[in-house]
């Protein structure tokens, strides 16, 4: 991996490339010229087996006329795989970097798998159009990183006006990108978003491999434009998409927000709206249970610090039951991850989602809420039907008592530990249990000396097989 934090003098360079007798970590002074061009050629030689490189504040190279020697020595590299560009704020250096290296796809290596311009500003002066033009030479694109690039919607406007005109661009669409970062920009969405997603996350046979999209922290508002944009987005690659990131923007978050945007994926396993302003009243006219699918491959769900209060999760769990009801299916769905912490919950929105909604928890985060009464949830702990699946539950900075945070926590490791089955298929005095299933009870407890302990006071009939009753 070359390293060029600087490309003037006083600043180094760093090689750790592999050699034949081992990895290597020399800091060798860099001129200008001289011993840029020597990382050029390195670049550019037909044995050389890098893969990375990352280029930080190279403005300069335009001053002592390296640009096209960096350009050309790109184009000849046959095995780099991952290219991260900063370039930091518009200047006319800036731009004739990006220029020389996307322009025409002339420089690009076609076997780049990542390419990062993450802190490169590409709003304005139609770079953004230029860059997305150059994709095109890229058949093996994976990953591709536009965060803190600075993106307006002007800018996207201007792209959707460009390819709307210029056939060439439209059918400059790669097909194998897997994960799209658009995070800490400044475009609002809309259509003209969809489409520059679109011209991204699809090939000109409208087929798609998109699967990790990131909108965080960016002014997307209101649901309606949300589902707006969503529902402009290709067919391919709405059925691709497994992980949503949309938090931290200005989405109006209500009930059945989740479910909203949601029923648009069928594959999608994370959805993440954390940092969104909840309100009391939907943005897109009134809920039609009919229209909502929470898809069964949902495992992680965020609502972290969306100012939530127990009347939202009450609505949701009603939205969820209402829509297994009308599939009319007995697969019960199971989110593996559910985040409501930094909210206004109390217990009442504990009892609700393990009673009321038809979902199986593995992990359930209430933290820095209101939940005070530590008996209701022993009550909804202690009960099979309801429980028996949550295996970490994080109460941290509510209300509760020390006494009550170890009891709740015995019942959660209990399930953690795989022994909560077995002891509950043998409750109670009449039910006579085989030592075979006792066995197998402390077995599973015995990294939880707690719940071991627990076992035997309850259960007299284990101490007489033991030999101490």
Not at 219 to 234: F, G, Q
Request: proline share 4%; with cysteine; aromatic share 4%.
């Amino acid at each position: 991996m070359i390293w060029i934090p600087r490309i003037f003098l006083g600043i180094s360079a760093e090689d750790t490339s592999s050699s034949p007798g081992g990895s290597t970590s020399d800091r060798v002074p860099l001129h200008p010229r001289q011993q840029f061009r020597k990382l050029c050629d390195k670049i550019a030689a037909s044995d050389s087996d890098l893969q990375d490189l990352c280029l930080h504040d190279v403005v300069t190279m335009t001053q002592t006329g390296l640009l096209s020697v960096l350009g050309k020595s790109l184009s000849k590299n046959t095995h780099l795989q991952r290219l991260h560009l900063q370039l930091g704020e518009d200047t006319p250096a800036s731009r004739r970097i990006i220029h020389s290296l996307f322009r025409k796809s002339s420089s690009l290596p076609s076997s780049l798998t990542t390419l990062s311009l993450s802190g490169t500003t590409l709003g304005g002066k139609q770079l953004c159009c230029i860059v997305l033009e150059g994709l095109g030479s890229l058949p093996l694109l994976q990953c591709l990183d536009l965060s803190r690039c600075h993106i307006q919607d002007e800018d996207i406007h201007w792209f959707a006006l460009q390819m709307s005109k210029n056939k060439t661009l439209k059918s400059q669409r790669s097909s194998s990108l897997e994960q799209l970062n658009l995070e800490r920009n400044l475009f609002s969405g809309g259509p003209n978003l969809s489409a520059l997603i679109n011209h991204i996350g699809s090939n000109t046979n409208h087929a798609s491999s998109l699967r990790i999209l990131n909108l965080s922290h960016n002014k997307l508002t209101m649901d309606v434009a949300i589902l707006h944009m969503i529902s402009c987005l290709e067919l391919s690659l709405r059925k691709s998409l497994e992980e949503l990131d949309m938090a931290h923007n200005l989405v109006h978050i209500t009930c059945e927000t989740p479910l909203r945007i949601a029923e648009f994926f069928p594959s999608m396993r994370s959805l993440q709206l954390a940092g969104n302003a909840a309100t009391s009243r939907s943005q897109v006219g009134p809920f039609d249970p009919i229209r909502s699918n929470l898809p069964k491959t949902l495992k992680y769900l965020c609502l972290r610090g969306c100012n939530l209060y127990d009347e939202d999760i009450l609505l949701l769990a009603q939205a969820i039951r209402e829509e297994r009801c009308r599939v009319g299916t007995t697969s019960v769905p199971v989110l593996e991850r559910l985040d409501l912490s930094y909210n206004h919950l109390t217990e009442e929105s504990f009892v609700a989602l393990l009673c009321q909604s038809p979902l199986l928890m593995r992990k359930l985060n209430l933290a820095h809420n209101l939940v005070q009464d530590g008996s209701k949830v022993l009550g909804i702990l202690e009960e099979d039907n309801y429980s028996r699946d949550l295996c970490q539950l994080n109460l941290h900075r509510n209300r509760l008592s020390r006494t009550q945070v170890k009891r709740i926590a015995f019942w959660v490791r209990l399930n953690a530990s795989g022994a909560r089955h077995y002891l509950m298929s043998c409750r109670g005095d009449q039910v006579q249990a085989s030592l075979a299933v006792w066995t197998q009870i402390l077995a599973r407890a015995s990294r939880h000396p707690e719940v071991a302990y627990h076992i035997l006071v309850n259960h007299p009939c284990l101490l007489l097989w033991t030999g101490e009753g």
